[in-house]
């Protein structure tokens, strides 16, 4: 049966994941977005925001617009699309706000036309969305959104997207409210880097991917180590090192930068744990005046859910 | 019991598989050198070479004697060892003939003393003998030598090995007998890398180790290719591209440099495709005058066994 209107939970993800660079992402609970989609008899597309965020409700400016034209124009569809988004994860937050709206376009607009897709070929449409938001083609945000737990993108051209079973630990991120754009962390970042750092970069990866598939949460912690991205990108983020250091002490498995930041997440496998991160992130980020929104939750092994 | 007397077959290894650069490698069965080690009444090393590669038998200068040597300060023994060798793994070959050496050794030190150390206690052995045949004390020969089937090598200093469960498959390797010198190949390999080149080789790193724990054979197929080094070393090696071409057109999952080279190896799923693509190595080296040794077998899960 075909449902004509769908409401759905689209949850905010953590790409990189240390030293994951480009490759990596992770779906976490909090926070989420909400949508609600339904066909039109007409093919036009209708976006209505009931966040203030300011973003602009005409399609083709819009995210969540250029991802369901994408979709109507592949299946030359005579029908249209009215989304209601209430968005809570911020724009430039480094949580995927973007991915979450581009995502939840293409995954909603499946289900209404009778689930015509795989998930690559919603992880394609989505990608149009995220390269409206960013300028760039990337899906580590909009996979983890889309599969659930944590993904591989191995390869964008082709997309070659890998599913990874996730293990049942508590992220624990902080959103400080000072802004980083996307397009400066990415002009930060060195063109060449030595070989020395990218072997090394690619042992903690292939730990932290042995460490992830075989459950093994010590050699996922002796693997989150970046020594690439976040000596360099660390430098934007207030209190960054200060907060990893007494994450780590508390017993966080480790953590760094969520996608290119200001955000910041760590790994615990202890809720405990995870809370008392939470505290000292809001505590260092209090000294210095900076406002911050701190989310505790468990990896979201599900990505979207429909309500 | 506490053996007096031990005949080892110690494995050739394959070493940085393709995209694995300095952090992966892989026993075979095919070629393997034989050791026969003994415990003396004496603190001394007798070393005796039954092959006809020119290796010195003094201790000092000899791998074997060298971590001999080590093992004898580490426990301070008051016995000796007498070892008799017949390398069948060509110095040089990047078959991991030092390695092999130095392994051997170790582990069978090992047992003529009743096991006092455990596996990664040996790798750490047998570096020692590495870094006197090559200058460099790496553990990525080593390590699947002594473990079996497939090794991560995740960091050398502190040493981190986590071996890998290892797909069935075959493995066709061809030393044609041309001389490239580890230093040479260090040498040549670029100080600095794009980074977009090694966002690439980790995501097939971690696709590759995502299909070594799934036992996803397309997917270890997907993932064997290497942006970083193979295009710079592979110049090295004569008929290089020719042979990978047509063993892939044949059927190979994929494969490249064994170690630093001029050793070339190829992955496949079945039998008959190992032994065309073994003969195809055959036939583009005799086109060219070069001799070569050509071996066809599985993927070594044991490593280094007792006779």
Redesign the interface.
Known sequence: MIKKEIQLKVPATVANLVC?????GMAIHEPYDEMELRLLSDPIIKIKHLDDFGLPEKAEKNVVGVVLRKIMEHTQMKQGFEVIIKKNIKPGSGLGSSAASAAGAAFGANVLLGKPFSYPQLVYFAIYGEELASGTRHADNIAPCIYGGIT????SRPL?I?P?TSPDLLVTAVHPQVEIKTSDARQI????????D??????????L??GI??NDVD?IG??LNDV?IEPTRSILIPKFSEIKEKSILEGALGGGISGSGPSIFMLSKKKETAEKIAKIMCEEYRKIGVRQYVYVSKINQQGITIL
């Open positions: 994951g660079f480009d490759i990596l591989l993108v191995k390869s070659d890998i990874l970042l060195k063109n060449k880097i030595p070989l020395k990218a072997v090394t970069q690619w042992g903690n990866i292939a730990g991917i042995t598939l075989k050699l002796r693997s690439v």
